[in-house]
């Protein structure tokens, strides 16, 4: 079992960065792959960016944030962080981390475990 508590969400203007951050708890955190996803009202889960186990070194993005997101981990410390720069008002939701074992993966139904979002509201 994994506890994922999710924080650094806000208001801000377009243009702005926030960090988001995901402190997980549990088993070994190192082993898991990990993921952003975001959920804007009326709309699907959408996939956001990933992060694979420590050693596998690779890093997935969704197409409306190359360039501008960055997905990081600690496994010192347990966290995963999501760095979003020039934020715009389309980037808007409640977000989400996930991690699950094996493959890293882009689709919200292969998570296995989910923390309870962070609202973020980038105003134009």
């Known amino acids: 079992q994994v506890q994922l508590v999710e924080s650094g969400g806000g208001l801000v203007q377009a243009g702005d960065s926030l960090r988001l951050s995901c402190a997980a708890s549990?088993?070994?955190?190192?082993?898991?792959?990990m993921g952003w996803f975001r959920q804007a009202p009326g709309k699907e889960r959408e996939f956001v960016a990933a992060?694979?186990?420590?050693?596998?070194?690779?890093?997935y993005y969704g197409d409306s944030v190359k360039g501008r997101f960055t997905i990081s981990r600690d496994n010192t410390k347990n966290t995963v962080h999501l760095q979003m720069n020039s934020l715009i008002p389309e980037d808007t939701g409640v977000y989400y981390c996930a991690a699950k074992y094996s493959n890293i993966a882009t689709r919200p139904g292969e998570y296995d475990y989910w923390g309870q979002g962070t609202q973020v509201t980038v105003s134009s």
């Open positions: 992060i694979g186990w420590w050693g596998s070194g690779m890093t």
């Open positions: 549990g088993r070994t955190f190192s082993n898991y792959n």
